[in-house]
């Protein structure tokens, strides 16, 4: 009896290391590039609304990418409840029926958050305002999970992947700043790189993000800055944590 509940110990520890596994490097680095790319394609005014293009901010940091938040992120994609979680961070998430690679489904998840612009359209900036505004009418557009990208501050992320019985991907991405804060501006429209804290890159046209040096330059993974064109499948479930955000 004895030997037969330390096998079924053992089995369970195995279980629970699995669904607690860490995001491999190559899909950590698929995070932080696939974040900086798209905030430099918005600097660089080559982020579609609707209707034309989305007005370039005048400062925008560099992300970089957190073992904290990604911790934060496993702990919520291994609730597998397909929903919000109680969090103080940033967060938007995935959810996939299959068990898809983890880095495939990191870069799909995070151009299908940001094609909610482009799909849904964002308003912004009011007539004699420089405040790309994040308030009802934008909220109600429902492209929560594109302005938590592109929020000028947000310097951090870090995602998981949650292996769940219905949906076998669960993918959690954790953000600090956190953005989506009713009232707040996602950016202010402006010259790029006229206010950067911490001087900018000319070639990203971010702001060079103090805190990390591994992601001092814009080169992150080797990857080039081309378009790649996103296909999406099986209507994976997707949501964005607003703060103050309306029921």
Known sequence: MRIFLLNCFMAIVIVNLKDTMALSQEARDTVIY?????????????AKNKTGMIPKPKNMMQMYY????????????????YSHTDTNYGESFYSWPQDYNETYVMEQSIIGWWTEAEARGVIGP??????????YAQHSRQIGHWSQIAWWNTNEVGCAVGRCPR????????????GNVYTGCVFWVGEPCIECPNNCNRTSLLCYNPK??????????????????MTLANDP????NDEDSYE
């Open 212 to 229: 990390d040096p591994k992601y001092a330059s814009s080169s992150t993974t080797g990857k080039t800055m081309q378009t790649t064109k």
């Open 34 to 46: 696939w974040h900086n790319r798209l905030r430099s394609d918005l600097m660089h005014g080559n």
């Open 237 to 240: 479930i997707t949501d964005n």
């Open 126 to 135: 009011y007539p004699n305002q420089t405040c790309f505004p994040y308030d």
């Open 66 to 81: 957190s073992l904290v938040l990604e911790k934060s992120a496993q702990a919520a994609a291994d609730k597998c409840i």
């Open 167 to 178: 949906f076998k991907s669960n993918v959690y991405c954790h953000y600090w700043n956190r």
